[in-house]
């Protein structure tokens, strides 16, 4: 129901720009994730945005770095990832929460329905 995509193989410094479509959603009262899961690792919440208010979050790690952004009319939401690092290696998920209150909410088991993921791998 929910299609990532954009990752790829990038250069330490460089950038990429993920996508969520959600199709048959009406994101206008949900809130949108996006989260990672490094190999060997717990998936953690990277960035949110809750779409009633537009409030948004960030981990410690990605603050300055990655922006959050949506495109209501076509019901995608993306994540624009600069200046990135080996260490944002990760399978990135994209996921929706649908009854998120007021902002959104960074924990994972908060959000209902989950895209594939898409991978990113960040190396010189």
């Known amino acids: 129901q929910l299609v990532d995509s954009g990752g790829g193989l990038v250069q330490p410094g460089g950038s990429l720009r993920l996508s969520c479509t959600a199709p048959?959603?009406?994101?206008?009262?949900?809130?949108i994730g996006w989260f990672r899961q490094a190999p060997g690792k717990e998936r953690e919440g990277v960035s949110c945005i809750g779409l009633i208010d537009r409030r948004t979050y960030y981990a410690n790690s990605v603050q300055g770095s990655f922006t959050i952004s949506t495109d209501n009319a076509k019901a995608t939401v993306y994540l624009r990832m600069n200046r990135l690092k080996p260490e944002d290696t990760a399978v990135y998920y994209c996921a929706i929460d649908t009854s998120p209150g007021w902002g959104c909410k960074p924990w994972d088991y908060e959000y209902e329905y989950w895209g594939p993921g898409t991978k990113v791998t960040v190396s010189s």
């Open positions: 048959g959603f009406s994101l206008d009262y949900y809130a």
